[in-house]
């Protein structure tokens, strides 16, 4: 991959989301102090806001805490397809769960498109939202996928799911089958957002950013108590939601062992042909998928894929490219005004973990949603609203976070990620847990800092520097090479000293310095 080469002349210089871009959100205080609520809720994307809005709705003193700020982790940098048909997925659950629960899944998730709807209407949000066909393909050539998608169109029939099948799709795919789902939806789930969680403070709703929680609760007679990290601020409360992505509170679970982090990239192009419409899934590989967007009076189009497991050393622009040579080759490009990627987990068993860590603990978590955290954040929302106010809710076994089904993929999954405990220690993978105070002197790591991943060294003397860890020259991350004490950019060499001055270009800037707050 050459980062001169004429296909990369288009791609903006650094990622940054549309949805970000285009929606001016509110900001919130930091807690200066200790605190008394009913629910306490951690993470500030869709999950998170859904659950504080429908609990201060029911009545409950309600308070969201966010580590950085609101919606800037996956929900800010999703594709926003708001769908039950989650890829190849329907057949593989008929297997290891039984037909009833797949039809739990698809009820759930419908019952989460719905509502979202509703809702929208309900609170008179402007949030571009329509209605439209989900579409999931095979492509020419590709007989293998052929297969496996004609068995996912028979769990279609079996579980009595509306799907269509067809040979031909409406864009300039080619194409050897696809399964169509009518009645599906797409929005800007930002501006979305913004309402419900203007709809959250009218109801006495309490928001802070920058507050991390740490993982000790303390549990006394029926309350809970978290802690935050730097302050040791306390929260008391009756319930605790973690809807953060790793749960904050692991309880012994070990769910970092349990989720596997996957990063897939996302162009929002101007085509030069025009789009037809509908919302589209490659069903083989690699990744690629397809959905229409408004922007300043033009119809854009989000070309999206490139998924891998996230990892070290991976050049993130060279995904980029490859989507940009796809997205050329079937609508052309006029221009590509954003660019982003996101992070999402995917469980076990590919359903996600959903509800009551036990029967004795009121800590509830949501995680796991396969990059579908419209509907699935949507529905944990729904259910751990039910779960909370003691309302039966149909879908609470089939997502309890303590199952597990035996299946041969699980099997292949625990044997080829033996080592992801740890790999996730020695902070080598994107989702970081560790912290500045970890670091020995003479040591270095990317940690997380408020909220949202940064690189430390503490020298010999026990001083910290801090750094961003976005590449000044084309926005990849950079990681620490313990060899030479530096920061090093897997995507085009370009390498830094320990406090963020260039060693090396490409990159002419120096990399962000950021306040350790020791």
Request: glycine share 10%; proline share 5%.
């Given at each position: 991959?050459?980062?001169?080469?004429?296909?990369?002349?288009?791609?903006?210089?650094?990622?940054?989301?549309?949805?970000?871009?285009?929606?001016?959100?509110?900001?919130?205080?930091?807690?200066?102090?200790?605190?008394?609520?009913?629910?306490?809720?951690?993470?500030?994307?869709?999950?998170?806001?859904?659950?504080?809005?429908?609990?201060?709705?029911?009545?409950?003193?309600?308070?969201?805490?966010?580590?950085?700020?609101?919606?800037?982790?996956?929900?800010?940098?999703?594709?926003?397809?708001?769908?039950?048909?989650?890829?190849?997925?329907?057949?593989?659950?008929?297997?290891?769960?039984?037909?009833?629960?797949?039809?739990?899944?698809?009820?759930?998730?419908?019952?989460a498109i719905e509502w979202i709807i509703s809702t929208a209407k309900e609170?008179?949000?402007?949030?571009?939202?329509?209605?439209?066909?989900?579409?999931?393909?095979?492509?020419?050539?590709?007989?293998?996928?052929?297969?496996?998608?004609?068995?996912?169109?028979?769990?279609?029939?079996?579980?009595?799911?509306?799907?269509?099948?067809?040979?031909?799709?409406?864009?300039?795919?080619?194409?050897?089958?696809?399964?169509?789902?009518?009645?599906?939806?797409?929005?800007?789930?930002?501006?979305?957002?913004?309402?419900?969680?203007?709809?959250?403070?009218?109801?006495?709703?309490?928001?802070?950013?920058?507050?991390?929680?740490?993982?000790?609760?303390?549990?006394?007679?029926?309350?809970?108590?978290?802690?935050?990290?730097?302050?040791?601020?306390?929260?008391?409360?009756?319930?605790?939601?973690?809807?953060?992505?790793?749960?904050?509170?692991?309880?012994?679970?070990?769910?970092?062992?349990?989720?596997?982090?996957?990063?897939?990239?996302?162009?929002?192009?101007?085509?030069?042909?025009?789009?037809?419409?509908?919302?589209?899934?490659?069903?083989?590989?690699?990744?690629?998928?397809?959905?229409?967007?408004?922007?300043?009076?033009?119809?854009?189009?989000?070309?999206?894929?490139?998924?891998?497991?996230?990892?070290?050393?991976?050049?993130?622009?060279?995904?980029?490219?490859?989507?940009?040579?796809?997205?050329?080759?079937?609508?052309?490009?006029?221009?590509?005004?954003?660019?982003?990627?996101?992070?999402?987990?995917?469980?076990?068993?590919?359903?996600?973990?959903?509800?009551?860590?036990?029967?004795?603990?009121?800590?509830?978590?949501?995680?796991?949603?396969?990059?579908?955290?419209?509907?699935?954040?949507?529905?944990?929302?729904?259910?751990?609203?039910?779960?909370?106010?003691?309302?039966?809710?149909?879908?609470?076994?089939?997502y309890d976070p303590s199952r597990f089904k035996a299946s041969p993929s699980?099997?292949?999954?625990?044997?080829?990620?033996?080592?992801?405990?740890?790999?996730?220690?020695?902070?080598?993978?994107?989702?970081?847990?560790?912290?500045?105070?970890?670091?020995?002197?003479?040591?270095?790591?990317?940690?997380?800092?408020?909220?949202?991943?940064?690189?430390?060294?503490?020298?010999?003397?026990?001083?910290?520097?801090?750094?961003?860890?976005?590449?000044?020259?084309?926005?990849?991350?950079?990681?620490?090479?313990?060899?030479?004490?530096?920061?090093?950019?897997?995507?085009?060499?370009?390498?830094?000293?320990?406090?963020?001055?260039?060693?090396?270009?490409?990159?002419?800037?120096?990399?962000?310095?950021?306040?350790?707050?020791?």
């Amino acid at each position: 991959m050459n980062p001169e080469n004429k296909l990369s002349q288009s791609l903006p210089q650094f990622p940054e989301s549309l949805w970000r871009d285009t929606t001016d959100l509110p900001s919130f205080p930091k807690l200066a102090g200790d605190h008394d609520t009913d629910v306490a809720v951690v993470g500030g994307g869709i999950t998170g806001i859904t659950t504080a809005y429908l609990l201060s709705k029911a009545g409950y003193k309600v308070t969201l805490l966010e580590a950085g700020v609101l919606l800037n982790g996956t929900t800010g940098f999703t594709t926003a397809k708001i769908t039950a048909q989650h890829g190849m997925f329907y057949d593989d659950l008929i297997k290891h769960f039984g037909e009833e629960n797949a039809r739990l899944y698809y009820q759930s998730n419908s019952a989460a498109i719905e509502w979202i709807i509703s809702t929208a209407k309900e609170l008179n949000l402007s949030c571009g939202m329509e209605r439209e066909a989900a579409y999931l393909y095979a492509d020419a050539g590709d007989e293998k996928t052929l297969k496996q998608l004609e068995k996912e169109f028979k769990a279609y029939e079996k579980l009595g799911l509306p799907g269509e099948w067809l040979e031909h799709v409406p864009l300039p795919l080619r194409v050897e089958g696809a399964i169509k789902m009518p009645g599906q939806a797409r929005f800007h789930p930002l501006q979305y957002l913004q309402g419900l969680i203007k709809a959250f403070l009218d109801n006495g709703g309490v928001i802070y950013e920058h507050t991390v929680i740490g993982e000790k609760v303390e549990q006394d007679g029926g309350g809970l108590t978290l802690i935050t990290e730097k302050s040791q601020h306390r929260i008391s409360c009756r319930h605790a939601v973690s809807a953060s992505h790793f749960p904050f509170y692991d309880g012994g679970d070990l769910y970092f062992t349990r989720l596997k982090p996957e990063r897939s990239y996302v162009l929002a192009i101007q085509p030069e042909t025009d789009f037809e419409g509908g919302m589209y899934l490659s069903a083989g590989g690699p990744t690629r998928s397809l959905r229409a967007v408004e922007w300043e009076g033009k119809r854009l189009v989000l070309v999206g894929g490139e998924s891998h497991k996230t990892g070290q050393g991976i050049c993130t622009f060279g995904h980029y490219e490859k989507l940009e040579q796809f997205a050329g080759q079937l609508l052309g490009i006029k221009s590509i005004p954003y660019r982003w990627s996101a992070q999402d987990l995917v469980t076990l068993d590919r359903v996600p973990y959903i509800g009551r860590v036990s029967e004795k603990e009121e800590i509830y978590i949501a995680t796991g949603f396969k990059k579908w955290g419209m509907t699935s954040g949507t529905m944990a929302a729904l259910m751990i609203s039910d779960q909370i106010q003691r309302k039966d809710n149909p879908y609470t076994e089939l997502y309890d976070p303590s199952r597990f089904k035996a299946s041969p993929s699980i099997k292949n999954f625990i044997v080829t990620n033996s080592n992801v405990a740890k790999e996730f220690v020695a902070g080598k993978l994107d989702f970081v847990h560790r912290k500045t105070s970890d670091l020995k002197p003479d040591e270095g790591a990317v940690v997380r800092h408020d909220g949202k991943r940064a690189g430390a060294y503490r020298d010999s003397e026990g001083k910290l520097h801090l750094v961003d860890t976005t590449c000044t020259h084309m926005g990849c991350e950079v990681e620490w090479n313990d060899g030479e004490r530096s920061w090093d950019c897997p995507c085009h060499g370009s390498r830094f000293s320990y406090d963020g001055e260039v060693f090396e270009g490409p990159a002419t800037m120096p990399l962000t310095k950021l306040d350790p707050e020791e």
